[in-house]
């Protein structure tokens, strides 16, 4: 019944329309089925709720097509889309985390549905072919550095490089997320291995850091001054100084850690139109609006970051690499897991 | 003898009791039927074996997280049992004053989730920045603080402050009921006052002292949201957080399963002890005679038994409250109290710009009043059966009734989730599927209170009724139920509470549409928004003390002040 529906649209698109503009009809189609099915579920990790519910009023603005934001740390929100996945329960519709081994392992299983928005055209060059099979996009990016309470350290006292963490004098003056719960950190850590080794973690351990579940929880723990240093992406901190907390970014010599973010439409959507729909629109402006209001980096030329945060081109930045975390963040986490008892 | 003539004979309550023990089945023992099988279960081979028990105990993490957890119950139980009996006896049985106080302040420790107490003492008592070390610092001079909540005694701490309301209430329920006729005999008899404590007052009440530590004990170990917020970070692991390792992808049920089976053991020996301690002896206090209800005077001590209880009542709730409040309606908590600082913006966020939460305040209840009438008729048809030994192998049902308290919420979950989610019953993600695993979690504290009531009331009173002709029904219908509406009220929150606040078995089985407020609570902590956190908690403590207060309305002196005149 679908296909018959399309069959005039694309008849008329291949008779009276050339080149590009058969795309445009295509997105046309697709955003009159959205509007009928109405609604969609989001599963999200790589944003907090507050942003995430943003998103979903923008898009409701736009379409009105209701978005139902199911926010959960990353590996938890895996952890219940496995779940979903082998009861056959079809409950969301789009899936955006930040560990991209996870979206490795869907792909491989045939949980998700290949679709490259109009939009990924528009990706800045670094963003584009996350994927090259088109299965997932990336859509929210961040660099993960140093957050310091400013009210204990001066920006001259904060350590320049992510060794300069292993100094004695920050002995229990560090937070971290744990690399299992939280992508980021997850990220982070896989890329710490690589650089430094096992005994990153063990000299990092003997310092006695304040293991907390994520990022976004460790750099509370550096605003409220319970702990002064904190590896944690760039976006939360800077969210934090605007709010008036006393906390800054130090932007590591040895190199930020660039983490783009994927999100990809589920095989078994029960709402597969909006969720595509949903996916132009996170490869869109709006949603790159969103994200720059919450410092994250944007995707797009056309939306410009805030000035706080700074460009990836006035950085050093490492780019993990899908292998880094498909294999990376699994062994780190087993690394850490011994190291530190949990 | 014909069939129509056997169905005529078939005794009623073997139809009841057919129906328990399938309701039963369907609750308690097919989950637990499908973590044993799972247990066994070898998913890559598709054969049954041990190999998951290997692997669930073959690192040295694995089974240092069994032994803490262990410890971590003794010492939580312990301290409660130190805090909670001497606090129930001076409540329960002297004339200190403000005894309406403490009760209700020990029934808002008992409101307040134990996530939420993390999170206030989070703020309390966190090693830099917590107010108390603040204010040490302060006061001293010093250059650090004294308190570190993310330790193991704050883990004991903080479990405790919270648990010991479910001792308390065991011990002053028990108390309420013992007469001083007793106690009056043995003072004729020449014993002196603390003689009769220790010989008379305190071994009529010890059941029920046993009864409320070893729940202490399993609750402790099965808490997930406190380890999850302080333990993690005092790196102190426990079974609960291993678990979660353990679904954490790739994920491993079947290990779970294998590791938390063992507990099984711990609790059934603990059950069986129980049982060893009430013994033969009787209990029957509440005969339906006369019998007087005298406080003993406590003189000189009535203020600093009082000062004593509010202290407790202070550190698990007044400060708590304090720093909570203070969050909640502060734009960042660490700016402390200050005009520039008050906004109702957290409120206005949990409320209004979050549909999740909000949706998930009135999932919350209505889960949990599902639960707690679901959870409190089933324990007391059985309790009845069971106390007034009205059928053979009562013991069997009473044994399922406490049988869930064994298994963690997470792995209750897991056990839910294996056995209703897929086919034939498909309810995953589902409120049928929370409301039956919340029913089944808090069934042990249904069936002991259940239990309890039944047991204080003399069956004399419902033998009257039979030998005068009247059936077993009205017997419970007239005398039975009136006699039990106070007990009764009071059970139903004593698990409607629990459930308002359960996260460890909600985490794994809400979906989309069925989140509750716990797992949102969660949520906002981790994700930092502490204030968020704050004010939502708030709201959860605001519903729950709303309804606990109506419920003191409408019964009056029986719900929880009971007999405290």
């Known amino acids: 019944m679908f296909t018959r529906r399309l069959v005039p649209v694309a008849v008329l698109t291949i008779v009276c329309l050339a080149g590009n503009a058969s795309a445009f009809a295509d ?55 496995d779940q979903d996945l082998s009861q056959g329960a079809a409950n969301a519709d789009v899936f955006s985390s930040v560990d991209i081994g996870n979206f490795v392992t869907l792909k491989a299983n045939g949980a998700l549905v290949a679709y490259t928005p109009e939009n990924a055209k528009e990706l800045l060059p670094e963003f584009q072919n996350l994927d090259p099979d088109g299965f997932f996009h990336a859509t929210v990016a961040s660099v993960i550095a140093i957050a310091y309470n400013t009210q204990k350290l001066k920006p001259e006292e904060a350590p320049q490089q992510w060794t300069d963490l292993l100094d004695s004098k920050w002995q229990e003056k560090i937070a971290v997320g744990h690399p299992a719960y939280s992508g980021f950190l997850g990220n982070w850590a896989a890329q710490m291995l690589k650089l430094y080794g096992r005994t990153y973690f063990e000299r990092l351990e003997k310092l006695q850091p304040q293991v907390g579940r994520s990022g976004f929880d460790s750099v509370n723990l550096v605003s409220s001054g319970e702990r002064w240093l904190t590896p944690t992406p760039v976006a939360p901190i800077l969210e934090n100084r605007a709010k008036g907390i006393p906390v800054a970014v130090q932007y590591p010599t040895d190199g930020g850690i660039l983490v783009a973010t994927p999100s990809a439409i589920l095989k078994n959507a029960p709402h597969p139109n909006a969720a595509r729909l949903f996916m132009e629109f996170l490869l869109g402006p709006e949603f790159n609006k969103v994200l720059a209001q919450a410092y994250y980096e944007t995707m797009r030329a056309d939306v410009k970051p805030l000035p706080e945060a700074k460009s990836v081109s006035e950085i050093k930045v490492l780019r993990p690499s899908i292998e880094d975390a498909t294999k990376g963040i699994p062994e780190v986490a087993e690394i850490w897991r011994d190291v530190f008892g949990q | 003898m014909s069939v129509r003539a056997r169905l005529r004979n078939l005794e009623p309550s073997f139809v009841v009791v057919v129906g328990l023990g399938a309701i039963l089945v369907f609750l308690v023992l097919y989950p637990l039927f499908w973590l044993l099988v799972g247990s066994l279960y070898n998913p890559a081979s598709g054969g049954f074996g041990l190999a998951n028990f290997a692997a669930a105990y073959g690192r040295e993490r694995y089974i240092i997280a069994l032994r803490n957890s262990l410890v971590l119950g003794t010492a939580v139980t312990a301290l409660c049992s130190v805090v909670a009996v001497p606090m129930a006896w001076a409540v329960s049985r002297t004339n200190m004053p403000g005894k309406t106080l403490v009760r209700m302040l020990t029934l808002g420790a008992f409101a307040t989730p134990p996530y939420l107490g993390a999170l206030a003492w989070i703020l309390l008592a966190g090693p830099n920045a917590g107010w108390l070390n603040a204010a040490y610092r302060a006061i001293t001079g010093s250059a650090t603080g004294i308190f570190n909540i993310f330790s193991f005694p704050g883990l004991v701490f903080i479990i405790a402050i919270y648990s010991y309301p479910y001792l308390f209430v065991f011990t002053s329920t028990a108390l309420d009921s013992v007469s001083s006729e007793m106690e009056d005999a043995a003072n004729i008899l020449g014993a002196g006052r603390w003689r009769t404590i220790s010989r008379v007052t305190l071994p009529l009440v010890v059941p029920a002292i046993a009864g409320g530590a070893i729940i202490t004990f399993l609750e402790s170990i099965a808490l997930f949201g406190s380890p999850a917020m302080i333990a993690i970070p005092a790196r102190y692991n426990v079974v609960t957080t291993q678990l979660l390792e353990f679904f954490s992808y790739p994920v491993r049920v079947q290990v779970a399963e294998a590791y938390a089976l063992p507990l099984l053991a711990v609790t059934v020996a603990l059950y069986l002890l129980q049982q060893r301690l009430i013994g033969r002896r009787g209990y029957v206090t509440l005969t339906g005679k006369s019998g007087e209800r005298r406080p003993i005077e406590l003189g000189r001590l009535r203020w600093p038994a009082f000062a004593g209880c509010m202290f407790v009542a202070g550190l698990s709730v007044v400060l708590p409250l304090a720093v909570i409040v203070q969050a909640a309606f502060a734009r960042t908590w660490t700016r402390g109290f200050g005009l520039d600082n008050l906004t109702w913006g957290n409120f206005h966020y949990v409320l209004l710009e979050q549909p999740a939460t909000a949706r998930s305040m009135i999932n919350t209840f209505t889960f949990a009043a599902a639960a707690a009438v679901l959870a409190l008729g089933l324990a007391l048809a059985i309790a009845y059966l069971v106390e007034r030994k009205l059928i053979r192998f009562a013991g069997i049902l009473s044994f399922l009734c406490l049988a869930p308290f064994v298994v963690p919420g997470i792995v209750l979950a897991i ?124 709201l959860l403590l605001a519903a729950i003390i709303l309804i606990a207060l109506t419920g003191f309305g409408l019964l009056g002196r029986d719900f929880m002040v009971r007999r405290s005149e």
Do not use: C, H
């Not at chain 1, 009023?57 to 926010?71: I, N, T």
């Not at chain 2, 056995?419 to 039956?436: C, D, S, V």
């Not at chain 2, 996260?503 to 906002?524: E, H, K, R």
């Open chain 1, 27 to 81: 997105i046309a189609a697709i955003e009159a089925a959205a509007r009928r099915e109405g609604a969609l579920t989001w599963y999200v990790a790589s944003i907090d709720a507050a942003n995430a519910e943003k998103a979903g009023r923008a898009f409701l603005d736009e379409y009105g097509v209701k978005v139902s934001v199911v926010r959960a740390a990353s590996q938890i929100m895996f952890q219940r889309l």
């Open chain 2, 415 to 538: 056990g839910f989730y294996a056995a209703y989610a897929a086919r034939p019953f498909f309810l995953y993600g589902t409120a049928a599927i929370m409301i039956l695993a919340f029913t089944t979690r808090f069934l042990p504290i249904a069936y002991a209170n259940a239990g309890a009531a039944i047991r204080s009331i003399n069956p004399e009173m419902e033998e009257a009724v039979r030998i005068l002709g009247g059936s077993r029904w009205l017997a419970v219908r007239r005398v039975l139920a009136p006699l039990l509406k106070g007990s009764l009220a009071s059970a139903w929150l004593l698990v409607f509470i629990p459930a308002t606040r359960e996260l460890s078995t909600a985490i794994f089985l809400y979906g989309p549409n069925t989140q509750v407020m716990s797992v949102m609570l969660l949520n906002l902590t981790d994700e930092g928004r502490l204030e968020a956190a704050a004010a939502f908690g708030l």
